[in-house]
């Protein structure tokens, strides 16, 4: 079953509707056990419409479907660098000679976290030798890489950026955020007592690319772009490891991670704008879009704006409006990986 498919939504509004017929048929009925049926009948209803909502908000953030985030790691099997099966039928096929997106599970040796990973290759990763810039693309919450497939359309934007010259072709990498992506929400950071995600997207991953995929192992040549939640990731990332990532792009990101880390770090450390304001800057190139309407949003970038100096530098892009939505992003998208492109060593021959 397709958790986020057309024909669950419609078999959920059908049931909506079939429970209020069946209360105005039966609401005068049933003599003594009237109030019974009655309240059946309204917790139905009740039940009916949760469930309509509940497909609706997942279609829109892809936040659960029936893949898990983490995997098991099968012990000997095949190389990770062999070609896997497309994500799922409703997304573009693999062309036999364009881009193509991969799907492995990253073993964290560090971390001990096991999660799913999509790579996106372009096309000249299967014609040419060099070894490939990097973008690492993260996810909101709730939410998963799907989101980045399907909902904003990526591999089409990153095939025509690339296809056009505005961008190098480049690999970009879909990780998972978090083993519970409808249920906790890490920001990318290493949870006390729970997931040490931080160190599984800045430490595991990387790893795990370049001893697998043919990538530029320099600093230059790796860089980070998110939404929403993801956008926050970016650029704290980009913060706190200057020595992993040159660039990072913010879309309609926040300043603070907005949950209890669980040392307290989340007002002082993780904190953006605290962190420009009390620690030394780090040579890095930010990249911050918002949409004017969305005003928390808007507030947070320019503080962010506004506390940046030297040698750090920033990027704005802003939409009159928009909010906080797929369209917007789509928007940014195209402009966002350019950015970074021109950010980014080039290609290594």
Not at 16 to 35: F, Q
Not at 52 to 65: K, P
Not at 81 to 102: F, M
Not at 166 to 178: G, H, I, N, Y
Request: aromatic letters at 6%.
């Amino acid at each position: 079953m397709n958790l986020t498919g057309t024909p669950l939504l419609i078999g959920t509004l059908v049931a909506v509707l079939l429970t209020a017929v069946l209360i105005a048929v039966s609401w005068e009925r049933g003599g003594r056990l009237r109030p019974v049926l009655r309240g059946v009948g309204v917790l139905a209803a009740l039940l009916s419409v949760t469930a309509a909502a509940l497909v609706q908000v997942n279609r829109m953030t892809e936040a659960f479907t029936l893949e898990a985030a983490s995997q098991p790691t099968a012990a000997g099997g095949s190389s990770p660098d062999a070609p896997e099966p497309e994500i799922d039928a409703d997304l573009p096929p693999k062309a036999a000679t364009g881009s193509q997106i991969r799907k492995v599970t990253v073993p964290g040796k560090v971390s001990r976290l096991n999660l799913v990973m999509y790579v996106y290759l372009p096309a000249a990763y299967r014609t040419g030798k060099e070894r490939f810039p990097v973008v690492q693309a993260q996810h909101g919450f709730p939410g998963t890489p799907r989101t980045w497939l399907k909902k904003l359309e990526v591999k089409s934007i990153l095939d025509a950026e690339i296809a056009a010259g505005r961008m190098a072709p480049t690999v970009v990498l879909f990780p998972f955020q978090t083993p519970s992506p409808t249920t906790l929400d890490t920001e990318c950071t290493n949870l006390v007592g729970g997931p040490q995600t931080e160190t599984f997207l800045t430490v595991d991953v990387p790893a795990y690319v370049k001893a697998t995929f043919r990538v530029r192992t320099d600093r230059a040549g790796w860089g980070l772009i998110g939404y929403s939640a993801g956008a926050y990731c970016a650029t704290s990332l980009a913060l706190r490891h200057p020595t992993r990532y040159a660039a990072a792009a913010s879309l309609s990101g926040l300043a603070e991670p907005g949950i209890t880390v669980g040392d307290g770090l989340e007002k002082t450390e993780h904190n953006m704008v605290w962190r420009l304001q009390h620690l030394p800057p780090p040579p890095v190139a930010l990249w911050v879009g918002w949409a004017n309407d969305e005003t928390r949003i808007r507030r947070d970038s320019e503080r962010i704006v506004r506390a940046a100096r030297p040698p750090l530098t920033v990027t704005t892009a802003v939409l009159e409006r928009g909010g906080h939505s797929h369209a917007v992003w789509r928007q940014m998208l195209g402009p966002a990986f350019d950015w970074l492109s021109s950010h980014l060593a080039r290609p290594l021959p």
